[in-house]
């Protein structure tokens, strides 16, 4: 069993930054795939930057040159850099870890953009 446990979400105005933090605990393996999802109200939660143990990444087209996504593999822990925040970021953010073929999700943190 893995637990996510997400810190960083709030309230910023358009334009400003926030970064998300994801510390994995429990049974830990080598080769995973950890990131970011997120879900606005009434949409369906999507994509937001996902990240390999290999340092491999992948972000929604929607994010790419405002997010960053890296690892501190030391700590089991994924951070989230979010700039240039806009109104349309706003949603819960939830982290995701994959590994052996089982998938796991944190509770999840709002992160609200607004003036």
């Known amino acids: 069993q893995v637990q996510l446990v997400e810190s960083g979400g709030g309230l910023v105005q358009p334009g400003e930054s926030l970064r998300l933090s994801c510390a994995a605990s429990g049974i830990i393996f080598s080769i995973y795939v950890m990131g970011w999802y997120r879900q606005a109200p009434g949409k369906q939660r999507e994509l937001v930057a996902v990240?390999?143990?290999?340092?491999?990444?992948n972000y929604a087209d929607s994010v790419k040159g405002r997010f960053t996504i890296f690892r501190d593999s030391a700590k089991n822990t994924v951070y989230l850099q979010m700039n240039s925040l806009k109104s349309e970021d706003t949603a819960v953010y939830y982290c995701y870890r994959s590994q052996r073929g089982a998938n796991y999700w944190g509770q999840g943190t709002q992160v609200t953009v607004s003036s």
């Open positions: 990240i390999s143990n290999g340092d491999s990444t």
